[in-house]
């Protein structure tokens, strides 16, 4: 958000923090970019408020599976930033998958 836009906001009594955010930029709780996916929270990225957005699923953090990792393989999603390349080609993919999963929904059979 720019900063010009904030005054305007304030005006209207609607904060940076009632809008949809990723979690790197939520102006509530400080974000620790590490340069590559890891497979735990890093200080406290596992943090959230209400409107705090998965990078990777690009997704609300509370309809994320991967938010604090757990799995073997899957890196915690709440360390997603778009500082880095290997999470921006990670929410590509996802993306990705899920336009080919909503167009199987629409046409089963493929006669599309």
Same mark, same amino acid.
């Given at each position: 958000?720019?900063?010009?836009?904030?005054?305007?906001? #304030? #005006?209207? /009594?609607?904060?940076?923090? +009632?809008?949809?955010?990723?979690?790197?930029?939520?102006?509530?709780?400080?974000? +620790?970019? %590490? @340069?590559?996916? !890891?497979?735990?929270? !890093? @200080?406290?990225?596992?943090?959230?408020?209400?409107?705090?957005?998965?990078? %990777?699923?690009?997704?609300? !953090?509370?309809?994320?599976? =991967?938010?604090? *990792?757990? @799995?073997?393989? !899957?890196?915690? +999603?709440?360390?997603? =930033?778009? *500082?880095?390349?290997?999470?921006?080609?990670? #929410?590509?993919?996802?993306?990705?998958?899920?336009?080919?999963?909503?167009?199987?929904?629409?046409?089963?059979? /493929?006669? /599309?």
């Amino acid at each position: 958000m720019h900063s010009h836009c904030l005054p305007c906001l #304030r #005006r209207t /009594g609607l904060l940076p923090e +009632h809008l949809p955010h990723q979690r790197a930029l939520c102006p509530l709780h400080p974000f +620790h970019a %590490a @340069e590559r996916p !890891v497979a735990a929270p !890093v @200080e406290g990225n596992e943090a959230a408020c209400p409107n705090c957005y998965c990078f %990777a699923c690009d997704a609300p !953090v509370s309809a994320c599976r =991967h938010w604090r *990792g757990g @799995e073997p393989r !899957v890196p915690a +999603h709440c360390n997603a =930033h778009a *500082g880095s390349a290997e999470w921006r080609t990670h #929410r590509s993919n996802a993306k990705r998958q899920r336009t080919r999963a909503a167009r199987a929904a629409r046409d089963p059979l /493929g006669l /599309g």
